[in-house]
């Protein structure tokens, strides 16, 4: 079955600095790719996806990039500010309600 | 338009006892699954189902029943409590093809 890595496993960054956060899998199969923030006490939500057919995908200050190659893809947030403090995951599927698989979390703080 | 709804929010077994976490949805939604959410192991699919009538077993659904009546519920049950079992739940379903709105979480702790 699919196997996701996420790293780093925390991040600490000051406000205004990017953060990045890489995951690889190992389904060459997989074809989506999706992005979640967890805020303390909620339920993950969508942030933003990218399917094996796009290399890179931006909106505002988030944006995601895709190796099918290599089997990595990254979620990159320019100029943060404390709101984006939180626990973000990474998944991979093959699409089309198949299996989602997610990596273990990344938390990121962001200090003021 | 209330997305997804999970009940309780919190609960507290005693090892052996049995109960059932309530999910469900407005949105008509086909495909729902349960998760559980361990620190340090990500999000981990219990059972998933992809309509009424219809369910699978995902990675982790030892000790878990579920069940699919009509679209919009979904409830997991633990058949005999384990303190393994002590976790965050978290029900989804699948708008479209991929995009999964989770419900807000039932916080359960097996004594």
């Known amino acids: 079955g699919e196997n996701v890595e996420q790293h780093p496993s925390t991040l600490s960054v000051q406000e205004g600095d990017s953060a990045v956060i890489k995951c690889t899998y190992s389904d060459s199969a997989s074809n989506y790719f999706p992005w979640y923030k967890q805020e303390l006490g909620k339920g993950p939500q969508l942030i933003i996806d990218?399917?094996?057919?796009?290399g890179e995908k931006k909106d505002q200050r988030i944006a995601v990039t895709l190796n099918k190659t290599a089997k990595h893809f990254s979620l990159h947030i320019t100029e943060t500010q404390p709101e984006d403090s939180a626990v973000y995951f990474c998944a991979a599927s093959r699409g089309g309600y198949q299996k989602v698989t997610f990596g273990i979390g990344t938390k990121l703080q962001v200090i003021p | 338009n209330a997305g997804v709804t999970q009940t309780p929010k919190f609960q507290v077994l005693k090892t052996g006892q049995s109960m059932t976490l309530q999910c469900a949805q407005d949105m008509n939604h086909e495909y729902m699954s349960w998760y559980r959410q361990d620190p340090g192991m990500g999000l981990r699919l219990i059972h998933y189902?992809?309509?009424?009538?219809?369910?699978d077993q995902g990675e982790v659904p030892n000790g878990y029943n579920v069940s699919r009546s009509t679209t919009e519920d979904f409830p997991l049950r633990l058949l005999s409590a384990a303190p393994s079992q002590t976790s965050v739940y978290f029900c989804?379903?699948?708008?479209?093809?991929?995009?999964?709105?989770f419900g807000p979480g039932t916080r359960l702790t097996v004594t």
């Open positions: 989804a379903s699948t708008a479209g093809v991929d995009e999964q709105y």
């Open positions: 189902s992809v309509g009424a009538g219809i369910t």
């Open positions: 990218i399917r094996s057919n796009v």
